[in-house]
């Protein structure tokens, strides 16, 4: 990755830039089309209030999937220009058909590269940067923002949430590396991030250690992630001290000796080998706290604030998790949190149901099926997959998740174990079997999604069990 790619990334923002400011002035209706999870209610975010800033007339909005039908209906909405952050990668023919010029595309999933020099496309893959690693959508919506006005840089707060919570805290200590990282540093430079080394835990600074350990689901702890009363029993046979004053302890209040205490208990759990250890050290990390946040909730956490977001966007509830992003508080975040526990709960539901085995799940050579049409709903498949991935059962296999979506389609997503042991592009795997069966399909390179007729389901995952055996 050179100083010439991140020229051209730049010239090709300043392009966008100068374009978007053009029909700002020109009082153009523009909306803002993004996704659900948390990197595009982040990135979906930073787009509507640049624009805003820059007084354009302007409405942002989420959707869980972007496909031609979906195209057809926001052309009826008859909005003068469409700029679509995390979603349209894949779609560009038939964005174009559709649309014409009146469309932006801010992206970091894999597309096709007869694109690449298109100027409505601002992808990351187009200047030799790796979507899936060093820069999420959020990013890209934010060096955007940066270059509409430099007074933007207040917007890399919700850069840096959407980077952790697409997962690409890749770097060594499970640190943000890349364009993510350029976020970081202008945010720690603003005084509105610190970064220190910690424990991982969801909850660190606002939940008792037996909750925070309870709720930490990546990576996945057997007997301690979704168990709260045995991690309880864990700590208090640990000797511990919980509570002090009868008030719960949280983690970040521990010492370096009880920390070391902690370890124990967790690796007694993780097993000593060198997998249970690796498990353990991937628990210990780069945290990032939000430093005008209140410390009681769970958005001091740059972790946690992902989580959160991810929460409403599963659940149904995107203009909850936009209000956040824009600065609501009060009655946004109260919800949140209510969610936050209904997001829990459908998880820990859907995880019991896979353990009782039965026909659920079966394994194909490293591609591990899981039919979720009778117990997983449609938004949820994406954060089972990558529960299960994380998970030491499946760490070595491709794990592919399936759902109803609707009366005749299925959606499926699909995820790599940290411990897969070929090299495979699931982006461009689940892309091309998903237009085989006359669907839609893409993302990066370790995870990727797809939707397709349910009459098609068996030719399509024989279609990518021969791609990933290939």
């Known amino acids: 990755m050179g100083e010439a790619d991140r020229n051209a990334l730049g010239a090709r923002a300043e392009g966008a830039s100068k374009l978007l400011t053009k029909l700002s002035r020109e009082h153009k209706r523009i909306l803002v089309v993004t996704h659900i999870d948390a990197d595009g209610l ?149 005084g509105l991030v610190t970064v220190a080394k910690d424990f991982l ?58 920390k070391q205490k902690l370890m124990e208990v967790l690796t007694s759990f993780a097993g000593s080998s060198g997998d249970g250890s690796a498990l353990v050290s991937s628990l210990i990390g780069e945290v990032y706290t939000l430093q005008l946040e209140d410390a009681l909730t769970p958005l001091r956490d740059a972790r946690e604030y992902g989580t959160l977001l991810n929460a409403c966007g599963r659940m149904d509830a995107t203009d909850i998790g936009i209000s956040i992003c824009l600065g609501d508080r009060y009655t946004a975040l109260s919800e949140a949190l209510r969610l936050m526990g209904e997001y829990r709960s459908k998880l820990n539901k859907a995880i019991q149901a896979l353990q009782m085995g039965g026909d659920r799940v079966s394994t194909h050579g490293d591609v591990t099926v899981v039919m979720g049409e009778e117990f997983i709903e449609e938004r949820m498949t994406g954060s089972i997959s990558s ?43 689940m892309k091309e079997a998903a237009e085989q069966v006359g669907g839609v399909g893409g993302g990066h390179s370790m995870a990727a999604g797809a939707k397709i007729p349910i009459s098609k389901r068996d030719e399509f995952t024989r279609a990518v069990l021969e791609k990933v055996a290939a």
């Open 42 to 190: 982040s990135s979906g975010s930073i787009a509507f209030q640049s624009l805003a800033r820059k007084g354009a007339i302007t409405s942002v909005r989420a959707l869980p999937d972007l496909d031609p039908r979906g195209i057809d209906l926001l052309k009826n909405d008859r909005f003068d220009f469409y700029l679509f952050t995390d979603l349209g990668s894949g779609l560009i023919e038939q964005l174009t058909a559709a649309l014409g010029e009146s469309f932006m595309v801010v992206d970091h999933h894999q597309l096709p590269p007869e694109y690449a020099s298109r100027p409505e496309i601002l992808n990351a893959w187009n200047f030799g940067y790796d979507g899936g690693t060093d820069v999420c959508s959020a990013t890209m919506a934010y060096l955007l923002a940066k270059t509409l006005d430099e007074r933007n840089r207040d917007l890399s707060v919700q850069a840096v949430v959407g980077a952790l919570g697409d997962r690409q805290d890749g770097g060594p200590g499970r640190s943000l590396t890349g364009l993510n990282r350029e976020a970081l540093d202008d945010s720690v430079e603003l």
């Open 201 to 258: 835990f969801h909850g660190r600074e606002t939940r008792p250690i037996h909750e925070a350990m309870a709720m930490t689901y990546s990576p996945y702890i057997p007997g301690l992630s979704g168990a709260k009363d045995a991690s309880l029993a864990a700590l208090s046979n640990s000797g511990l001290v919980l509570k002090e004053r009868g008030r719960w302890r949280s983690i970040s209040e521990l010492s370096t000796e009880e």
């Open 387 to 429: 529960l299960l991935a994380s998970s030491e059962k499946f760490k070595d296999k491709m794990v592919l998740v399936r759902a109803r979506s609707g009366d005749s389609e299925l959606k499926f997503s699909s995820r790599l174990g940290d411990s897969f042991p070929k090299e495979v592009n699931l982006g461009l795997i």
